[in-house]
């Protein structure tokens, strides 16, 4: 059984940013982004930009376009994980972090991975625990049109999905 005050006392903050902070769990050393303040649908949280470009994505980049997969400035961003219940997306056209619901302090901002990926470098299996989870990961290429009208998606993402294969 698990003890949900000693998970809890696990997590140590790692260092604050602007609106955020990154939360270690001691445990399984999983990092995240966490907000410290309130966000509304719709908002935009901040701009990002690209620190480096690279040909190849990782486990790190966030994809703009062919061969073109981008390491993010701020860097704190990085930690933003995967949830097939997404709070946050990253448009990459506008090159803004938005609010996709209410996002209260504390709670982790999550982005959706195939929303801006569409073959991903590590593909995984996914335990966000939400009900929509899609269990395997692996980019946006490999999910049914009818899932994926459910997400929204970088334009990069949608120009790719409609280009006849
Ligand atoms: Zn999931």
Same mark, same amino acid.
């Given at each position: 059984?698990?003890?949900?005050?000693?998970?809890?006392?696990?997590?140590?903050?790692?260092?604050?940013?602007?609106?955020?902070?990154?939360?270690?769990?001691?445990? /399984?050393?999983?990092?995240? *982004?966490? $907000?410290?303040?309130?966000?509304? =649908?719709? #908002?935009?949280?901040?701009? &990002?930009?690209?620190?480096?470009?690279?040909?190849?994505?990782?486990?790190?980049?966030?994809?703009?376009?062919?061969?073109?997969?981008?390491?993010?400035?701020?860097?704190?961003?990085?930690?933003?994980?995967?949830?097939?219940?997404?709070?946050?997306?990253?448009? /990459?056209?506008?090159?803004? *972090?938005? $609010?996709?619901?209410?996002?209260? =302090?504390? #709670?982790?901002?999550?982005? &959706?991975?195939?929303?801006?990926?569409?073959?991903?470098?590590?593909?995984?299996?996914?335990?966000?625990?939400?009900?929509?989870?899609?269990?395997?990961?692996?980019?946006?290429?490999?999910?049914?049109?009818?899932?994926?009208?459910?997400?929204?998606?970088?334009?990069?993402?949608?120009?790719? *999905?409609?280009?006849?294969?």
């Amino acid at each position: 059984m698990i003890n949900i005050a000693a998970t809890n006392a696990s997590n140590r903050i790692v260092s604050k940013h602007d609106f955020a902070e990154i939360i270690e769990n001691t445990v /399984t050393q999983q990092k995240s *982004l966490h $907000a410290t303040v309130h966000f509304n =649908p719709g #908002e935009i949280i901040c701009s &990002f930009s690209a620190d480096q470009v690279f040909a190849e994505p990782n486990y790190l980049t966030i994809q703009t376009g062919i061969q073109q997969h981008i390491t993010l400035m701020p860097h704190f961003l990085q930690y933003t994980n995967h949830s097939c219940s997404p709070n946050v997306f990253f448009d /990459t056209h506008s090159m803004e *972090l938005i $609010a996709l619901k209410d996002i209260e =302090p504390n #709670e982790e901002f999550t982005f &959706f991975y195939p929303s801006t990926e569409l073959e991903m470098a590590q593909p995984f299996i996914c335990f966000c625990g939400s009900k929509d989870c899609l269990q395997n990961i692996k980019g946006a290429q490999h999910i049914p049109f009818d899932t994926l009208k459910n997400y929204r998606l970088t334009r990069f993402i949608e120009e790719q *999905l409609q280009k006849p294969s």
